[in-house]
């Protein structure tokens, strides 16, 4: 337990479906991210969120788009989506504080597949 | 911009030596990491070194650091089947951004 929980764990969506991925933290921190993993290749940055202001974003397609509407809480807003979406979508949270050695910690990933 | 590389899979005998390799490219990190990835589970620190240090050793890892080649590996020493997991390699630059290998899944066989 990382103390950063996504939900859902799975998700099956059609092409034209709207749904979102949530992220939830209790750790106290004020950084959040949206990391991609598809295999064979780097985990992707997508959109990183410092104090709810995004800081971030990877030339990450308009069909996702990232909510932070406070520190504890991240989602991921997915729209049109095609089948190259389908990957494990990663949580991601820490504290920025300067000194720290900024440690991420995960969250357990949310597997879409996109048919 | 960054490039963190590894190969993708590694295959040792239960109690031999395992040695992951990483390259970066970006010459400004100042941490490097080792993280883990379990089936089913996200990403899990397993180690980190300092820019400035060139070895650290954790009960049976040892993390080395050539800053001058950018290569990082890790070695696990008497490696068991439950170390058997995707390995990722990750540098950190700038700002608290964090950019991650492919991964290595490492499969111990017994």
């Known amino acids: 337990e990382t103390g950063v929980t996504q939900t859902p764990r799975h998700l099956v969506m059609g092409m034209t479906n709207k749904k979102s991925l949530k992220c939830e933290q209790h750790?106290?921190?004020?950084?959040m991210y949206w990391y991609k993993q598809s295999a064979k290749k780097p985990l992707e940055l997508m959109f990183v969120?410092?104090?709810?202001?995004?800081?971030e974003n990877n030339s990450v397609p308009s069909r996702f788009s990232p909510e932070c509407p406070n520190s504890s809480h991240l989602f991921l807003h997915l729209h049109t989506l095609q089948p190259e979406d389908s990957a494990l979508y990663l949580c991601?949270?820490?504290?920025?504080?300067?000194?720290?050695?900024?440690?991420?910690?995960f969250g357990e990933g949310s597997r879409l597949t996109v048919l | 911009g960054e490039d963190v590389e590894q190969s993708l899979f590694l295959s040792v005998r239960e109690g031999d030596s395992s040695v992951i390799n990483c390259t970066y490219t970006?010459?400004?990190?100042?941490?490097l990491y080792w993280y883990k990835q379990e089936p089913g589970a996200g990403l899990q620190l397993l180690t980190y070194?300092?820019?400035?240090?060139d070895m650290k050793q954790d009960q049976r890892l040892t993390v080395l650091l050539n800053k001058k080649d950018k290569h990082l590996s890790l070695r696990i020493a008497d490696t068991q089947t439950g170390d058997s997991a995707i390995y990722f390699c990750?540098?950190?630059?700038?700002?608290?951004?964090?950019?991650f290998g492919t991964g290595t899944r490492l499969t111990v066989i017994p």
């Open positions: 750790l106290g921190h004020n950084a």
């Open positions: 969120y410092n104090f709810k202001e995004q800081t």
């Open positions: 991601a949270s820490t504290h920025p504080a300067a000194g720290r050695t900024g440690e991420l910690f």
């Open positions: 070194i300092f820019s400035n240090m």
């Open positions: 990750a540098e950190k630059t700038g700002a608290n951004n964090l950019f």
């Open positions: 970006d010459s400004s990190s100042t941490y």
